[in-house]
């Protein structure tokens, strides 16, 4: 079977550091997404990994592991802007591209 | 800049209905995708297609149908709209085995009453 799990929801604070995780269980396994979605507006790109380790982008790093089947997003230096919903997605080898729930993460001041 | 254009962004169409969402990309992507996302439900995959021609259902395809007939146009179909098709419907592009970025369009919002 094919499944993506994430937190529902998290809460955080402006400055602060927060982490998302991300757990998969997928057979034939390529890559793993992380997508930014603010309210009524589409997903927008943060990061691809497709080796074990982790990818540092700015105040955004997404670090995968195969073996675990475990994904996390790091978000630094938190403002508010950043309060949206985080998607992790898989990339399957027959290119199918399959998402977790989603996490809405509040930025408190 | 990427476009995939997604042809209407609020439809509101009735139950019995056929309804096309049309997404058009200007990228030669391979590969197209539609979803629909619901809230505490995420995204959704409903078809997705590799070439012209092709397509392969998704996780819930009952309910719709999809066609490609050119490289750059992918369709969505529900044949006869049904309230539990009220969504908003995204439509996404990859570049085929070497892509690493999936492109998103604004999406669609379907209201069907």
């Known amino acids: 079977g094919q499944n993506i799990d994430q937190p529902t929801e998290m809460t955080a604070t402006e400055g602060a550091i927060v982490q998302i995780n991300c757990t998969y269980q997928?057979?034939?396994?390529?890559?793993l997404f992380w997508y930014q979605q603010h309210a009524g507006e589409a997903p927008t790109f943060l990061s691809y990994?497709?080796?074990?380790g982790l990818e540092e982008k700015g105040r955004f790093s997404s670090f995968l592991s195969r073996s675990k089947g475990y994904s996390y997003l790091l978000l630094k230096e938190l403002q508010m802007k950043d309060s949206a919903s985080y998607l992790c997605?898989?990339?399957?080898?027959?290119?199918?591209?399959?998402f977790g729930k989603g996490t809405r993460l509040h930025i408190l001041p | 800049d990427v476009k995939v254009t997604q042809s209407s962004r609020y439809l509101v169409k009735r139950t019995g209905e056929k309804v096309f969402l049309e997404c058009v990309q200007d990228?030669?992507?391979?590969?197209m995708f539609w979803y629909r996302q619901d809230p505490g439900l995420g995204l959704r995959l409903i078809y997705f297609?590799?070439?012209?021609?092709?397509?392969e259902k998704g996780d819930i395809p009952e309910g719709y149908s999809v066609s490609r007939e050119k490289k750059e146009r992918f369709s969505l179909i529900l044949e006869s709209a049904s309230t539990n098709q009220t969504s908003m419907y995204l439509c996404?592009?990859?570049?085929?085995?070497?892509?690493?970025?999936?492109?998103f369009g604004e999406g669609s919002w379907l209201t069907v009453v």
């Open positions: 997605a898989g990339l399957l080898r027959d290119d199918k591209i399959i």
């Open positions: 997928t057979s034939g396994f390529n890559g």
């Open positions: 990994n497709v080796l074990d």
């Open positions: 990228m030669d992507h391979e590969n």
């Open positions: 297609s590799y070439d012209v021609k092709m397509k």
């Open positions: 996404a592009i990859k570049q085929g085995a070497s892509g690493n970025t999936i492109y």
